[in-house]
Every structure is written in structure tokens, then in C-alpha cells.
């Protein structure tokens, strides 16, 4: 277990997985202080600058994959914390953080959040990374919030959550959007402030970056930070309405997580999140079900059925032109369903349900983080895996199927 000895005002790069214990003095992590006797983890997948607060001694425990590795002086981590430091000195009351994957936006947000609460204020952070969230789980975006100081976003309290349904934002920017306006509208009427809107890092193409500007011009920000110096002067523009926009460049040496990487912390954001929740029971009569056409569809009476569809049918939906069947189906006459106006058929095999990633929907349009196990057709029940057991208004399901290790494949619902 090395020793390692700082002097004042020293930085250092510190790459997980490791643990360290202060033996003297004090340092600060991304604003939060850590002084005599005082631990902290560093998760595999994350790195940090340690800077020292006073000449200050650490106990480090490393393996094989931790690093540790002296700041550069063309490093931008003194800029960033120079600007952070003018955005909760000053009046500012929204923050947009933007750029590319892996480029320290999280980082940022972390840093802004500790340095406005060790001012007395009440800073909240609105996680817009659907795809790596840190607050909530993967397809939220989410609002979190704390009393304390933070080495990361993900230790916030979620204080709402609203799901998307989807790792990919490509799909859902004016949803993604319409979820950023409602949670920053909550945060206002809680009086935090400033709040720090941490968005994902597709914008390294045209479409990802009109969805920036998109968010920017909804949200209404007071503050743009841009990370990454190919991006340069592409928020100027904003300027012209009043809005303080600071550019930085990206670290010079940062860590960049791999697509498996990013597969497995969010396996591990599943977990969290569902792996030891009751089963809850849900009246199919008692909540609106939303992107899962076959429950939402009006009930067909499957004895009309029966000449045309060879198999057993357990339950059959409509909608304009298209039949969904449930069930275990052999074949079916497509002719004759087009006869009846049905120019499309779907079928879901028996047991399709399980696995479902959902969510279920409070009184108050905050969704909570649920897993389908099974549909009861016959008693119009749905049994769902969920930390929340209140009072259900919606069920909302997803594409995404989530596998015993809680990782994902997309099925057609």
C-alpha cells in the first residue's frame, strides 16, 4: 500500500479501481474535501484529479488496472474549476454541460454541485444521459440532489425520475426534452438552484448537434459550458441572447470506456435498481398501459378466431388494420384477417412478457424502475418487479428485454 506525499496546490490523476485513506492534511476531489482519516473508492470505470488542499500524506490501495499519474500543465482541470467557481459565485441559475462522450461533463457537473453547496446553496443536477445514467437507471433521465458533498453524480439522491424507455436518445429528443423542461420546472418549485443539466455525448454529428441546440433553446439556460475544442464557436451564437458561454477543452489524458465497458455499468445500474424488489401486482383494469400495443389495443373476442388462426389463443387485441395475437400459434390465413380489416397480425408468443423493462407511474408522473414477470390474462393481472409500491396510475414498457445478467436486447413489442 504505497504512501503518497503532496504539497499544497499539487494535482494528481488517479484512475480506478482504488481506495485511499487520508493520513494527513487535506485534498479535494472534484470539490469535495477528504482530511484526516477520511476514505474514498474509486469505482473501476471512473478517474479523478486529486488536488491538494494543504502538503497532505494518502494511503493508496491499487490492482492491477489503477493508475496514478501527474497533471499536465496544459491539463484544462484549473480552467474548469475556475469557471465552475463563476458559475456558483455568480446569479446563475441553469447550467447546460455539452460534448462528446468521455470528454469530463459528468465531472464538470460533480464539481459545479459541491462547490455551490460548500456556498450555502442548494444545487440540484438533472442527468440527461439516458444511455450512461449516473442518478438513475439506464432510460431515465433523472433530478438528484444532496445534503453532502459528492465524489459523483450517481451518490445524488433521485429526487424524480422519468423514464424514456430507451438506451439511445436518437429516437426521443422532443420526449427527452419535454422530461428536461418538467424536472427543471420541479426543481425551481423546490428551490435548488443553480441546476446543472448534464446531457449524453452525441454531438459529434450533425443531427446530435441541432438536438443540443434543440435542448438549449427549450430549456432556456443561463450558462453553456462546451467541453472539447472541436466544438469551438458552434455555441456562440448565444451569446447575442445574454447567455454566458464558456469554451474548454477536453483533459489531455482521460479514460475511454469501451462499448463493453459501458454494456456492464449499466448492467450494474440494472441491478441497483431492480435485482432485490418485490413482486408487485398490478390490475390490468385499474392503470393505462403505454408502448405495448397488444394491452393497449381494444379486447377482440377470440372464438371469432378460432377457424382462422391454428394454435392456442390466450388473448387478442385491435387497433386500425392490425390484429395482435397472444399466444402459442402455429399458422394463421392471412387472407381472411385482411378480409375482417386486419392488414397486419403480430404475434407474442406466451411468456414474451418477461423480462420487459418498465416502469411504473405514481400519482404525481414520477416513474419508477420496474421488470415484467408475467401477464395474467385471465385475471387481468401483470406482475411486475419493483422497488415502488404505491398507488400504479401507468405501466409503461420498453423495447429493451433485460437478460438474467441484467444486460440488454431489443425485441419488437
Known amino acids: 500500500m504505497p504512501l503518497i506525499r503532496l504539497i499544497k496546490g499539487e494535482l494528481l490523476k488517479i484512475y480506478g479501481p482504488m481506495s485511499l485513506v487520508v493520513k494527513s492534511g487535506c485534498i479535494d476531489i472534484y470539490g469535495k474535501v477528504l482530511c484526516a482519516a477520511e476514505k474514498a473508492v474509486v469505482h473501476k470505470a471512473r478517474n479523478y484529479i486529486v488536488e491538494a488542499v494543504s502538503d497532505a500524506e494518502i494511503d493508496v490501495i491499487m490492482v492491477n488496472e489503477s493508475q496514478i499519474q501527474s497533471v499536465d500543465e496544459s491539463d484544462p482541470y484549473r480552467k474548469r474549476r475556475e469557471i465552475a467557481l463563476k458559475i456558483v459565485e455568480g446569479e446563475c441559475k441553469r447550467v447546460v454541460i455539452v460534448g462528446c462522450v468521455d470528454c469530463g461533463k459528468t465531472s464538470l457537473a460533480t464539481l459545479i454541485f459541491n462547490l455551490a453547496l460548500?456556498?450555502?446553496?442548494?444545487?440540484?443536477?438533472?442527468?440527461?444521459?439516458?444511455?450512461?445514467?449516473?442518478?438513475?437507471?439506464?432510460?431515465?433521465?433523472?433530478?438528484?440532489?444532496?445534503?453532502?458533498?459528492?465524489?459523483?453524480?450517481?451518490?445524488?439522491?433521485?429526487?424524480?425520475?422519468?423514464?424514456?424507455?430507451?438506451?439511445?436518445?436518437?429516437?426521443?429528443?422532443?420526449?427527452?426534452?419535454?422530461?428536461?423542461?418538467?424536472?427543471?420546472?420541479?426543481?425551481?418549485?423546490?428551490?435548488?438552484?443553480?441546476?446543472v443539466i448534464d446531457t449524453d455525448g452525441w454531438i459529434k454529428d450533425e443531427i446530435g448537434m441541432l438536438y443540443k441546440y434543440s435542448i438549449i433553446n427549450e430549456v432556456k439556460p443561463d450558462t453553456i459550458v462546451v467541453l472539447g475544442s472541436e466544438f469551438k464557436g458552434l455555441f456562440e451564437k448565444y451569446r447575442k441572447l445574454g447567455i454566458v458561454v464558456y469554451e474548454i477543452e477536453a483533459p489531455t489524458s482521460r479514460k475511454t470506456r469501451s462499448r463493453e465497458e459501458r454494456r456492464q455499468i449499466r448492467s450494474l445500474r440494472y441491478r441497483e435498481f431492480l435485482e432485490k424488489t418485490p413482486l408487485v401486482k398490478l390490475n390490468l383494469d385499474n392503470v393505462i398501459v403505454e408502448g405495448f400495443p397488444l394491452l393497449q389495443g381494444a379486447r377482440f373476442d377470440t372464438s371469432t378466431l378460432s377457424k382462422l388462426i391454428e394454435g392456442q389463443i390466450i388473448y387478442a387485441s385491435w387497433l386500425p388494420n392490425t390484429l395482435y395475437v397472444y399466444g402459442n400459434v402455429k399458422s394463421y390465413n392471412t387472407e381472411d384477417l385482411k378480409k375482417m380489416g386486419f392488414e397486419k397480425i403480430k404475434i407474442f408468443a406466451d411468456g414474451f412478457e418477461k423480462n420487459l423493462y418498465c416502469a411504473v407511474t405514481d400519482d404525481k408522473g414520477n416513474d419508477y424502475p420496474c421488470i415484467i414477470g408475467k401477464i395474467d390474462f385471465e385475471k387481468r393481472e401483470v406482475l411486475v418487479r419493483t422497488g415502488y409500491t404505491g398507488t400504479v396510475r401507468t405501466l409503461k414498457i420498453s423495447r429493451i428485454r433485460l437478460t438474467q445478467d441484467y444486460t440488454e436486447e431489443y425485441v419488437e413489442v
Do not use: C, H
Not at 444532496?146 to 429528443?173: A, C, H, N
Open 118 to 195: 460548500r456556498r450555502g446553496k442548494k444545487p440540484g443536477v438533472i442527468d440527461g444521459d439516458v444511455g450512461q445514467a449516473d442518478i438513475g437507471p439506464p432510460g431515465y433521465i433523472t433530478l438528484g440532489t444532496s445534503e453532502s458533498s459528492v465524489l459523483w453524480i450517481s451518490e445524488l439522491r433521485p429526487i424524480s425520475m422519468k423514464f424514456i424507455g430507451d438506451i439511445k436518445p436518437q429516437y426521443y429528443t422532443q420526449s427527452i426534452i419535454g422530461k428536461l423542461k418538467e424536472l427543471i420546472q420541479l426543481s425551481e418549485n423546490l428551490g435548488l438552484s443553480p441546476i
